[in-house]
């Protein structure tokens, strides 16, 4: 395939940009827009290169200390956590060096073909992470809000639930493919995507649905499923301040199960706001694109550098809020402790709580623990 020129990029991208600077600078020489276009470059590359190394680190640690457990691989929620880092990955290996490669070189390196499946490839894993993170939040809400139906979610279920994740992805991100929508160069020239530029009827009402379908849908499921949550979690703790310090040995599992959940809810909130904040900016840029032409170039990259971090932000996420990550990720790196705290994992894998001890009558006999087994979630 012949080398294309950077003229030949931009009819990839759209027939309205004008040839100007790839950078909107301000007054200068040609040299010294040509320094700052490096720069600009050489910073988004060595990012990308950061962002990478994080994200590889912190999901093969997820897989790791899933895949090694058999009680945790063996148990369906977890599948998700292991389909959404699989997807992480694949994007790092097979989406992002492309960019970072081009990024180094200050231009695009690969032909026309590479770029229209970087750009399909990148966005059909990105698509489907977040469908997961949806199917992920949607389980906790059966499991805390209506565990009568808990059952449903057997391993088989989850699989379906997994594959129906990949196909809704594949559904929107081949559709480009097939004449509805486009992928092109981007306007810095290093990275391929959606075709935001180019105002026709297709690729125009592509980014209007995409838009609805994959980004707001996603969001108001998320947050509607956040917000019975934390509505149920904040009713079991209130239910278990009234029943007081002093609780029967039988009554533990209820207490476990109330910190479990208020540790979950912090997390499921926690991911509910990075994906917000990650692929906002990026779904926001798009709509403005739309009735918007002339945006300024850094407009359109910041918003883009910034979505590709969301491959590492959920093993991040993880180890920020979900303690028995921490414990096993410490571990797995060799920096683990025990605390003598309530709840203390030992090395066999059980939990040691302790509580108040009441006899028969209710007289008050003192501090006891029970052995419990851990949580067999992460989630």
């Given at each position: 395939?012949?080398?294309l020129?950077?003229?030949?990029y ?13 950078f909107?600078?301000?007054?200068g ?14 910073v ?32 369906p929620h ?14 790092l ?23 229209t499946f ?6 059909f894993?990105?698509l489907t ?22 059952f ?15 196909a ?6 081949a559709l480009p493919?097939l ?5 092109a160069m ?48 904040t ?17 533990m599992?209820?207490r ?5 959940d208020?540790?979950?809810?912090r997390?499921c ?6 994906f ?39 093993p991040l996420?993880?180890?920020l809020t ?26 066999n ?20 623990k029970?052995?419990?087994e ?6």
């Amino acid at each position: 395939m012949n080398e294309l020129t950077t003229e030949d990029y931009y009819g990839l991208f759209t027939d309205n940009v004008s040839l100007g600077p790839l950078f909107n600078w301000t007054n200068g020489t040609v040299n010294e827009k040509e320094e700052e276009k490096s720069t600009t470059l050489l910073v988004a590359a060595i990012y990308l290169t950061v962002v990478g190394f994080c994200a590889i680190l912190g999901n093969i640690t997820v897989l790791t200390i899933i895949l090694r457990d058999k009680k945790l691989r063996s148990k369906p929620h977890n599948h998700l956590l292991i389909s959404l880092a699989i997807c992480d990955l694949s994007v790092l290996f097979l989406g992002y060096p492309f960019t970072i490669i081009s990024a180094y070189s200050r231009e695009w390196v690969f032909g026309a073909l590479v770029c229209t499946f970087s750009g399909f490839f990148t966005f059909f894993i990105s698509l489907t992470s977040m469908n997961i993170l949806v199917a992920i939040c949607v389980f906790r809400y059966v499991m805390i809000c209506l565990p009568g139906k808990s059952f449903l979610l057997t391993p088989r279920f989850t699989m379906y639930v997994i594959m129906g994740c990949f196909a809704y992805g594949l559904f929107w991100t081949a559709l480009p493919l097939l004449g509805w929508g486009s992928y092109a160069m981007e306007p810095f020239m290093v990275s391929c995507s959606l075709n935001w530029a180019k105002h026709d009827f297709s690729n125009l009402s592509y980014m209007v649905a995409t838009i609805f379908f994959c980004y707001i849908g996603h969001v108001a499921i998320m947050v509607n499923c956040y917000r019975h949550i934390s509505k149920t979690v904040t009713l079991l703790a209130q239910r278990d301040r009234e029943r007081g310090r002093i609780v029967r040995e039988d009554e533990m599992l209820y207490r476990s199960k109330v910190a479990d959940d208020q540790q979950v809810t912090r997390m499921c909130f926690l991911v509910v706001i990075v994906f917000a904040g990650v692929w906002t900016p990026y779904a926001l840029v798009s709509a403005v694109h739309i009735f918007y032409e002339d945006m300024p170039i850094y407009v359109t990259a910041l918003p883009t550098m910034f979505a590709k971090a969301g491959c590492m932000m959920n093993p991040l996420v993880y180890f920020l809020t979900n303690r028995n990550f921490r414990v096993k990720a410490m571990e797995i790196i060799g920096c683990a402790r025990m605390d003598n705290v309530v709840g203390v994992e030992m090395p066999n894998g059980e939990v040691v709580r302790t509580f108040d001890k009441l006899s028969k009558d209710g007289v008050y006999l003192g501090q006891d623990k029970v052995v419990m087994e851990r949580s067999s979630t992460m989630f």
